[in-house]
């Protein structure tokens, strides 16, 4: 067993036995009063996550169930997908498995699409979305979200469509800033609770497009979820434990401030990225993400030659790191630094890593 503070999987997270905690409570009813003041008090606290106004959806699923109500409501027909790694490739498709053409503008791992490329393709085509990943959990980089929101913006007709799963709760999410149409997220990573939630925030627009579309299936149909927020309810039987532990954390969350957990997620990216340029030349490591783009949330770093030593080193110490992912799934591996872990955690990790790599 991993102890408590060792385990740097970019998703999922570590989680503190105190939120773990939270969760041992009696049932509550999902429809009585007490249950509809604890989703008040979550919706307004995730807002300030989200950086928006509108209610923040929380479904019951990963972060790919919030994903696909963003596609299935927010989407028509043609969707231009910004793609700097495996999850971005993973809305894209995701997009096609729901029937809509999409064109790709993808960039080689550990690079961003220039933004000219964007606003130059969504020139030329008829395109109703846009997806894109602020956090590329598989590569380790951000994207400039802020940049491509603005180039959206200019098509009234095109929604933006945010992933922000490893990036809410690590860096600043402004959805009614950039005017997005979705932002979503998940429970397992920046936020630090366990698997099981998924967040969706939809814009006014989204809603009427939603509106519209007919074939918006059930459990993911976001004007169930706008509904039922209207009365601080879920649509359906919502996780009462997960919803415990996320009243309890975004209430850990308040009490450190949002400036202060980003600055942590800043201070634990830099600990990890100057670790690997200083380890860089005696060890055969190096950084898959530029810098300027680096991820606050998880480092993924190309391996001298496969993972698989690295991992096995690291496990035999008692951490667990993170594999590679897509094209980089063997010759990469990652840190997830992200949620409640400290740089004083981080840099206690690196200095296992080190001599795990130096052995090799
Ligand atoms: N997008 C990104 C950026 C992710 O990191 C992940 C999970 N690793 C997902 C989407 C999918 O989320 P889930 O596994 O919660 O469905």
Redesign the pocket.
Known sequence: MIQHGHFFV??PTEVRPEVLEAMRRPMIFHRNAEMEALMQRVTTRLGAVFGTRRPVHVITG????A?EMAVRGGSRRRVLSVVHGD?GE??AKMAESCGRSVERLTAKPGDTVPLDRVRDALGKGDFDAVTA?Y????TGVLADIAGIASIVRERPDCLLLV?A??AAGAVPVTMDAWDAGAVVS?S??ALALP?GL?FAAVSEQFVERARALGDRGTYLDVLRYEEFAGKHQSPTTPAVSLLFALDFQLGEIEAESLERRFARHTAMMTACTAWVRGVESATGVALVARPGSFSPSVTCIRAKDTNAPVLRGMRAKGYELGGGQGELSKTSFRVGHMGDHTVAGVEAMLDVLEQVLRAL
């Open positions: 970019p998703g990963s972060g790919t169930a994903m999850f993973r809305f990943t956090s590329e959990t598989a992933d799963v490893s998940a397992q990573k698997p998924g």
